[in-house]
């Protein structure tokens, strides 16, 4: 069983929105820090948001910062990303991640995750 499975990604123009979901499969993996990065064609693996796992402390990247909202849902099993306001270099793979251990503060770096779905494409169109 895959431990985290996004869903809700796809095909929308400047300006419009989409929700990524992501469920986590086990206690085990939704109890720690989640997160979404992303991942365009040629580029690094990049932080999109962080959250806690009461969902009290979140983090965002500069760039989605007043666009993008996370959220945890469902007693905590589910990360959602409420993305508005899409532009086209948000076009990127988008993958969610939980890490191994229960963290202070959450990372911020791929590396640190342990866990990952399969990702979910966004593409943004101008």
């Known amino acids: 069983q895959e431990p985290l499975v996004e869903s809700g990604g796809g095909s929308v123009q400047t300006g419009g929105s989409l929700r990524l979901s992501c469920v986590a499969s086990?206690?085990?993996?939704?109890?720690?820090?989640m997160a979404w990065f992303r991942q365009a064609p040629g580029k690094d693996r990049e932080m999109v948001a962080t959250?806690?796992?009461?969902?009290?402390?979140?983090h965002y990247a500069d760039s989605v910062k007043g666009r993008f909202t996370v959220s945890r849902e469902n007693t905590k099993t589910t990360i959602v990303l409420q993305m508005n306001d899409l532009r086209p270099d948000d076009t990127a793979i988008y993958y969610c991640?939980?890490?191994?251990?229960?963290?202070?503060?959450?990372?911020?770096?791929?590396?640190?995750?342990?866990?990952w779905g399969q990702g979910t494409q966004v593409t943004v169109s101008s």
């Open positions: 991640a939980a890490e191994a251990n229960n963290q202070r503060a959450c990372h911020t770096e791929h590396y640190d995750y342990a866990y």
């Open positions: 086990a206690y085990t993996y939704s109890s720690k820090c």
């Open positions: 959250s806690s796992y009461r969902g009290g402390n979140t």
